[in-house]
């Protein structure tokens, strides 16, 4: 119990001895005693008072690491959800201060809504905070730390929409168009790096950059490319170095899928064996393998160079995503390529026009015209 104790002890001037408790009120409270026992005797009641009645904090950090030691979750996952409690929950206004039996719905809601503004959340954005909330008060349910149903309580709740920040993206930063894919194209085909063909590589799939930087020879097929592992990476809290990892599925544990491909990425696909015949990996710089953070590098370059706005990885597999929808192919085959379960997803989430503006003029014109 005196293990927990995160404030100094010390023995003041005048012979007594001091120490600082965490306090509903303030951040922090003093506390003092005659005599060091007596002191160390009220901390370890006060610990043994929070394992009867823990605070949000306790039950978060048992809740997260039970789920990664068992394998619920993975590595940066677990930090995620960790630098997302420390974003939300470490507040002195916040539910902390607050043992968790104590916590009413009324609080609960308030701490939502002042959250909501504090760090002006999307809808979408919102979802982060929603999960910790699920899981912690789940977890305490279970094991009788609150009486509140949290699954009730957001099946009640209702958030009005003014509350959320509006996400208004522009379109035309969300995909290349057809004139910037063609300078773009230009310039990876005249400088083939091994960086530059993986690009173009993305341009022809649609795959995300983490399946892209850990694909290896076997996952290239006569049917096409095999997708079936991905690359994570999180910043490591004890080293707060990022760590770059091969997780053994695709993105959210996704079914392995196969990526249909014409015979001009094939042609890519040659151009980057021959540059790397015997690697483990098609894409290695100096006998190691590329990570996703270096392609997204070489994309922001190639973008500076042909002039255009910089752009992510993602963003071409949005513009993948749309020129298949543009082109009319099936909806069963538009989700295969792009690794996702439902069409809804692809059209509500990565479908903006590519066009540019002159065929979009000429476009409505003809639609005008009588």
Same mark, same amino acid.
């Given at each position: 119990?005196?293990?927990?104790h995160?404030?100094?002890i010390?023995?003041?001037?005048?012979g007594?001895? %001091?120490? %600082?408790?965490?306090?509903?009120e303030?951040?922090? @409270?003093?506390k003092?005693?005659?005599?060091?026992?007596?002191?160390?005797?009220?901390? !370890?009641a006060?610990y043994?008072? !929070?394992?009867?009645?823990? &605070?949000?904090?306790?039950l978060?950090?048992?809740?997260?690491?039970?789920?990664y030691?068992?394998?619920?979750?993975?590595?940066n996952?677990?930090?995620?959800?960790?630098?997302? &409690?420390?974003? &939300?929950?470490?507040?002195?206004?916040?539910?902390?201060s607050?043992?968790?039996k104590?916590i009413?719905?009324?609080?609960?809601? +308030?701490?939502?809504?002042? *959250?909501?503004r504090?760090?002006?959340?999307?809808?979408?954005?919102?979802?982060?905070?929603?999960?910790l909330?699920?899981?912690?008060?789940?977890y305490?349910?279970?094991?009788?730390?609150?009486d509140?149903?949290?699954?009730?309580?957001?099946?009640?709740?209702?958030l009005?929409?003014?509350?959320? @920040?509006?996400?208004?993206?522009d379109?035309?930063?969300?995909?290349?168009n057809?004139?910037?894919v063609i300078?773009l +194209?230009?310039?990876?085909?005249?400088?083939p790096t091994? /960086?530059?063909?993986?690009?173009l590589?993305l341009?022809?799939?649609?795959?995300?950059v983490?399946?892209?930087?850990?694909?290896?020879?076997?996952?290239i097929?006569?049917?096409?490319?095999?997708?079936?592992?991905?690359? $994570?990476?999180?910043?490591?809290?004890?080293?707060?170095r990022?760590?770059f990892e $091969?997780?053994?599925?695709? @993105?959210?544990?996704?079914?392995e899928?196969?990526?249909?491909?014409?015979?001009?990425t094939?042609a $890519?696909?040659?151009?980057?064996r021959?540059? *790397?015949?015997?690697g483990? %990996?098609?894409?290695m710089?100096?006998?190691?393998?590329?990570?996703? =953070?270096?392609?997204?590098? /070489?994309l922001?370059?190639?973008?500076?160079?042909?002039?255009?706005?910089?752009?992510?990885?993602h @963003? !071409?597999?949005k =513009?993948y995503?749309?020129?298949?929808i543009?082109?009319?192919?099936?909806?069963?085959?538009?989700?295969?390529?792009?690794?996702?379960?439902?069409i809804?997803?692809?059209?509500? %989430?990565?479908?903006?026009?590519?066009? *540019?503006?002159?065929y979009?003029?000429?476009? !409505?014109?003809?639609?005008?015209?009588?």
């Amino acid at each position: 119990m005196l293990a927990k104790h995160q404030y100094e002890i010390w023995q003041g001037n005048d012979g007594a001895w %001091y120490t %600082y408790f965490p306090d509903k009120e303030k951040s922090r @409270k003093l506390k003092r005693r005659t005599s060091k026992k007596k002191l160390e005797d009220d901390i !370890i009641a006060y610990y043994v008072s !929070i394992e009867e009645n823990p &605070f949000i904090t306790d039950l978060f950090e048992k809740w997260n690491d039970e789920r990664y030691e068992n394998g619920e979750i993975g590595k940066n996952s677990y930090t995620k959800y960790g630098n997302d &409690f420390k974003r &939300f929950f470490q507040k002195q206004d916040s539910l902390c201060s607050i043992p968790m039996k104590e916590i009413t719905e009324a609080e609960l809601l +308030a701490f939502i809504k002042l *959250n909501i503004r504090r760090f002006h959340l999307t809808r979408k954005s919102y979802a982060s905070l929603r999960t910790l909330i699920m899981g912690v008060f789940k977890y305490a349910k279970m094991n009788k730390m609150t009486d509140i149903s949290i699954s009730t309580f957001f099946s009640d709740l209702q958030l009005s929409n003014k509350l959320f @920040k509006k996400n208004r993206k522009d379109a035309s930063s969300q995909v290349f168009n057809d004139d910037e894919v063609i300078k773009l +194209a230009k310039y990876l085909r005249d400088h083939p790096t091994m /960086h530059n063909l993986g690009l173009l590589l993305l341009f022809d799939t649609g795959m995300r950059v983490g399946e892209l930087c850990v694909l290896k020879p076997e996952n290239i097929t006569k049917e096409g490319i095999v997708i079936n592992s991905t690359e $994570i990476y999180y910043k490591d809290p004890d080293t707060n170095r990022t760590v770059f990892e $091969i997780k053994d599925t695709p @993105k959210m544990g996704a079914d392995e899928r196969t990526i249909i491909i014409p015979e001009q990425t094939r042609a $890519i696909i040659k151009r980057i064996r021959l540059m *790397n015949p015997f690697g483990e %990996y098609l894409f290695m710089k100096d006998g190691k393998r590329i990570n996703s =953070t270096r392609f997204n590098y /070489h994309l922001y370059k190639a973008c500076r160079e042909v002039r255009i706005p910089e752009r992510s990885t993602h @963003k !071409i597999r949005k =513009t993948y995503a749309s020129k298949l929808i543009d082109g009319d192919v099936e909806e069963a085959l538009i989700r295969s390529q792009m690794g996702h379960t439902d069409i809804k997803t692809t059209k509500d %989430y990565y479908y903006y026009a590519t066009q *540019n503006q002159k065929y979009k003029e000429s476009q !409505i014109s003809k639609a005008l015209c009588v």
